[in-house]
């Protein structure tokens, strides 16, 4: 579980850089500030508004649109290369995201959050409207009830300025992939300002058979009814299609070597892209009635539409093994299709908060109210053996589009009442957060079969105290989480349709953060999960995954060298099963035993304007399988880049390259299940983008 010695030798001898272009002159600045992840943004989805992320006693990280955009970050899992404590968990090009946090993979019905409010993450969420993508670490129970613990994700979108600008973007990489946004923004009237993004991407990477097109429009005003009160109104539509990336896998009991990280075996002439098209918005109404009594009420909505599409190899028949591929290289292929999949969530949240003081004590408080309801829809889908397949790509079969199979029709209504205080008394401070949750949730199969229903409530408190030194902060606290699981109502199973009670996680969690010259943290947790088997008849919790942990951040900025280290050592570990003892000990598949990630940057002293860094990526083994038996081995990315910043007349402009796999690599990337399915996704090879940011 260490990192290997030359690594940390690496790391201390600062051996890559990052670029960040910045000239000295104050004349020549782009509207997209850089600034460092580590930079205050509002606590509010934690309960705690009017706090910063870093003033609260918890794990957080925080990414502005300068580091998003200077970083190559469009979408989610673009931030993997970044935050040592998120990693990949079933990242295909073409998908959505899915990304674990501390070892668990988010659930991306339950996890994501959008200006504090539910959304589905089923889909491709654009980045170029996104003002901070916050990545909350830990359990996230009381915040958002039903969820998977390890931490959530909370889009922020940018907002209306008074100053007028225009920024304009275009990326071209060696690939052929083609971006060019623009981001608007000024007062329109006196107590009317407005924010426009639009982006249009031609998407070619080096995957074969993967090329696409996606597009954003996005827009939001601000409006002062008065001096103390403010209506905030944003809306985005975007549109992505694109074919997904096929998966490699074991073949029979050996783990392949890369051979070709470019082919996809998606790549039958009836293939089609997955599509994706999202409605998204939301209307916030903020009041100020005193000093220190603040009312805030949203509305947001998201609507849904996809098509799901994929030559999707899936298990070898011919030598019984249905969790990979055959030992001659060969696979069972299907054909899946699955159109107007529907996906709709309205949330309408109201809270009010303020501060007061009893004594010597002061108290931050924040109470309110949330609802929400999500609704999916399908129809029937495509699920057909068409053939075998082979891993190098040559085998062509014949498409099947019958729709066959059943898809299931999900509704959720959830009802959450929230309150939070914090007690602060010269330098030591109570923080107290709860939830009641109320939830029901009915399925049932396209064909109107095996329908459940249930209802469940339930209490998620969290607490933590921390004491302020002089340039340091240290604090302890504990959580809980819930998770819904309800057993599927087919007779094979003991107890059909009904949901298990008390699958509860916990968490414990002490952590210390500070500094002035070199800002850093560190933080040492433990999180207990229930593990639910799916074992017919059998559908019930067999003891827990444990997930302990140690995270550690540093971040320095000099006069013109800065550099960040992110870093976590995770030890997971199978306990207290029954029906499966010979898993207990073992680790969790998928979650790299370390993590590591650096950036530095240098501007140059001999040329005005200019930067050169990089930035190293470094991912620890892995377990394949449950049992062990197969690792996946760690690996190692270099990225470099250098920037120059100029004024082209009175327009500041800055022109960037970006080498990203600087050595080309070959490698396993991870080694996620899903379906019950191994599989195997590699590194991108080497890849070159030039970027052009101008402001007029």
């Given at each position: 579980?260490?990192?290997?010695?030359l690594?940390?030798?690496?790391i201390?001898?600062?051996?890559s850089?990052e670029?960040?272009?910045?000239?000295?002159?104050a004349?020549i600045?782009l509207q997209t500030v850089l600034v460092?992840?580590t930079?205050d943004?509002?606590a509010?989805?934690l309960?705690f508004?009017?706090?910063s992320l870093?003033?609260?006693?918890?794990?957080?990280?925080?990414?502005?649109?300068g580091e998003?955009?200077k970083?190559?970050i469009?979408r989610?899992?673009?931030?993997?290369?970044?935050?040592a404590s998120?990693?990949?968990?079933?990242n295909a090009?073409?998908?959505?995201?899915m990304?674990s946090?501390r070892g668990y993979?988010?659930?991306?019905?339950?996890?994501?959050?959008?200006?504090?409010?539910?959304?589905n993450?089923?889909?491709?969420?654009?980045?170029d409207?996104?003002?901070?993508?916050?990545?909350?670490k830990?359990?996230?129970?009381v915040q958002a009830?039903i969820?998977?613990p390890g931490?959530?994700i909370?889009?922020?979108?940018?907002?209306?300025?008074?100053?007028?600008f225009?920024?304009?973007?275009?990326d071209?990489?060696?690939?052929?992939d083609?971006?060019?946004?623009?981001d608007?923004?000024?007062?329109?009237?006196?107590?009317?300002?407005y924010?426009?993004n639009v982006?249009?991407?031609?998407?070619?990477?080096h995957?074969?058979n993967a090329k696409g097109?996606?597009?954003?429009l996005?827009g939001a005003?601000s409006y002062r009814l008065?001096n103390?009160?403010?209506?905030?109104?944003?809306?985005e539509?975007s549109?992505?299609?694109q074919?997904?990336?096929?998966g490699?896998?074991?073949l029979?009991a050996?783990?392949?070597?890369?051979s070709d990280?470019n082919?996809?075996l998606?790549n039958q002439s009836?293939?089609q892209?997955?599509e994706?098209?999202?409605?998204t918005g939301?209307?916030?109404y903020?009041?100020?009635?005193?000093?220190n009594l603040?009312w805030?009420t949203?509305?947001?909505?998201q609507s849904?539409?996809?098509?799901?599409?994929l030559?999707?190899?899936?298990?070898?028949t011919?030598?019984?093994?249905?969790?990979r591929?055959?030992s001659?290289g060969t696979?069972?292929?299907?054909?899946?299709?699955?159109?107007?999949?529907k996906?709709d969530?309205?949330?309408?949240?109201?809270s009010?908060?303020g501060k007061?003081?009893?004594g010597a004590?002061?108290?931050?408080?924040?109470?309110?109210?949330?609802?929400w309801k999500?609704k999916?829809?399908?129809?029937?889908?495509?699920?057909n053996f068409?053939?075998?397949?082979?891993v190098?790509?040559?085998?062509v079969?014949?498409a099947?589009p019958?729709?066959?199979d059943e898809?299931?029709?999900?509704?959720?209504?959830?009802?959450?009442?929230f309150v939070?205080?914090?007690?602060q008394?010269?330098?030591w401070t109570g923080?107290l957060?709860?939830s009641?949750?109320g939830?029901?949730r009915?399925?049932v199969r396209t064909d109107?079969?095996r329908?459940?229903?249930y209802y469940?409530?339930f209490?998620?408190p969290?607490a933590?105290?921390?004491y302020?030194f002089?340039?340091?902060?240290?604090y302890?606290?504990y959580a809980e989480?819930?998770?819904s699981f309800?057993?599927p109502?087919r007779?094979?199973?003991?107890r059909p349709?009904e949901f298990l009670?008390?699958?509860?996680?916990?968490q414990y969690?002490?952590?210390?953060r500070?500094g002035?010259?070199?800002?850093?943290?560190?933080v040492?947790f433990e999180i207990?999960?229930?593990?639910?088997i799916?074992q017919a008849?059998?559908?019930?919790?067999d003891?827990?995954d444990?997930?302990?942990g140690i995270?550690?951040?540093?971040l320095q900025?000099?006069q013109r060298w800065s550099w960040?280290f992110s870093?976590l050592l995770?030890?997971?570990?199978?306990?207290?099963s029954?029906v499966n003892?010979?898993?207990n000990g073992?680790k969790?598949?998928?979650v790299?035993e370390?993590?590591a990630?650096?950036?530095?940057?240098?501007?140059l002293?001999s040329?005005?304007?200019?930067s050169?860094?990089?930035?190293?990526v470094?991912?620890?083994?892995r377990a394949?399988?449950?049992?062990?038996?197969?690792?996946?081995p760690?690996?190692?990315?270099?990225?470099?880049?250098?920037s120059?910043?100029?004024?082209?007349g009175?327009?500041?402009v800055k022109?960037?390259v970006?080498?990203?796999?600087?050595?080309?690599?070959?490698?396993?990337?991870e080694?996620?299940t899903?379906y019950g399915h191994v599989?195997l996704?590699p590194?991108?090879e080497?890849?070159?983008t030039?970027?052009f940011?101008?402001e007029?």
């Amino acid at each position: 579980m260490k990192i290997p010695v030359l690594l940390v030798s690496a790391i201390l001898g600062g051996l890559s850089f990052e670029a960040r272009g910045q000239e000295s002159s104050a004349a020549i600045q782009l509207q997209t500030v850089l600034v460092n992840e580590t930079a205050d943004t509002d606590a509010s989805v934690l309960g705690f508004p009017g706090f910063s992320l870093q003033e609260i006693p918890l794990s957080a990280s925080s990414y502005d649109e300068g580091e998003l955009q200077k970083n190559r970050i469009h979408r989610l899992s673009d931030l993997t290369t970044l935050d040592a404590s998120l990693t990949d968990s079933y990242n295909a090009t073409g998908y959505w995201d899915m990304v674990s946090i501390r070892g668990y993979t988010l659930d991306n019905r339950n996890n994501f959050r959008r200006e504090g409010l539910p959304i589905n993450a089923e889909t491709s969420i654009p980045l170029d409207n996104k003002a901070n993508v916050q990545v909350l670490k830990g359990l996230s129970g009381v915040q958002a009830g039903i969820s998977a613990p390890g931490g959530m994700i909370n889009y922020l979108v940018k907002r209306p300025t008074e100053k007028r600008f225009i920024n304009l973007r275009s990326d071209v990489s060696d690939s052929g992939d083609f971006l060019v946004s623009a981001d608007a923004g000024g007062a329109s009237a006196e107590n009317l300002s407005y924010r426009v993004n639009v982006a249009q991407e031609y998407l070619s990477p080096h995957l074969d058979n993967a090329k696409g097109s996606r597009t954003l429009l996005a827009g939001a005003v601000s409006y002062r009814l008065f001096n103390a009160s403010l209506l905030d109104l944003e809306l985005e539509w975007s549109q992505r299609s694109q074919p997904s990336q096929a998966g490699m896998s074991l073949l029979g009991a050996s783990l392949p070597a890369v051979s070709d990280p470019n082919i996809n075996l998606n790549n039958q002439s009836w293939s089609q892209p997955v599509e994706f098209t999202a409605l998204t918005g939301t209307l916030r109404y903020s009041q100020t009635f005193a000093e220190n009594l603040n009312w805030v009420t949203s509305l947001g909505g998201q609507s849904l539409l996809s098509g799901d599409h994929l030559a999707y190899p899936f298990g070898c028949t011919k030598e019984g093994n249905f969790d990979r591929y055959c030992s001659d290289g060969t696979f069972d292929f299907y054909d899946f299709r699955s159109d107007d999949e529907k996906r709709d969530t309205l949330a309408l949240r109201t809270s009010l908060d303020g501060k007061l003081q009893a004594g010597a004590l002061v108290h931050s408080w924040n109470l309110g109210i949330m609802g929400w309801k999500s609704k999916e829809r399908y129809q029937k889908q495509a699920y057909n053996f068409v053939g075998e397949g082979k891993v190098d790509g040559s085998a062509v079969v014949p498409a099947d589009p019958s729709l066959t199979d059943e898809s299931t029709n999900r509704d959720s209504d959830n009802l959450q009442i929230f309150v939070s205080d914090s007690i602060q008394r010269d330098k030591w401070t109570g923080w107290l957060g709860g939830s009641w949750n109320g939830i029901e949730r009915s399925t049932v199969r396209t064909d109107g079969s095996r329908p459940t229903n249930y209802y469940q409530s339930f209490v998620l408190p969290w607490a933590a105290l921390s004491y302020q030194f002089e340039q340091l902060m240290a604090y302890a606290s504990y959580a809980e989480g819930m998770e819904s699981f309800v057993t599927p109502n087919r007779n094979t199973y003991t107890r059909p349709g009904e949901f298990l009670a008390d699958v509860k996680s916990h968490q414990y969690e002490i952590g210390l953060r500070g500094g002035r010259d070199i800002r850093w943290g560190s933080v040492l947790f433990e999180i207990h999960r229930p593990v639910v088997i799916d074992q017919a008849p059998l559908y019930q919790v067999d003891g827990s995954d444990v997930h302990r942990g140690i995270e550690v951040d540093l971040l320095q900025d000099l006069q013109r060298w800065s550099w960040n280290f992110s870093s976590l050592l995770l030890e997971t570990k199978r306990e207290g099963s029954a029906v499966n003892p010979v898993l207990n000990g073992k680790k969790a598949v998928n979650v790299p035993e370390a993590t590591a990630r650096l950036r530095v940057q240098y501007h140059l002293v001999s040329v005005t304007g200019m930067s050169i860094g990089g930035r190293m990526v470094y991912e620890g083994p892995r377990a394949v399988l449950p049992d062990n038996s197969i690792m996946l081995p760690g690996w190692v990315r270099w990225d470099a880049g250098v920037s120059l910043q100029k004024n082209w007349g009175s327009i500041p402009v800055k022109a960037e390259v970006l080498v990203e796999n600087l050595l080309d690599r070959k490698y396993w990337r991870e080694s996620p299940t899903q379906y019950g399915h191994v599989y195997l996704y590699p590194g991108a090879e080497r890849l070159f983008t030039l970027s052009f940011l101008a402001e007029i």
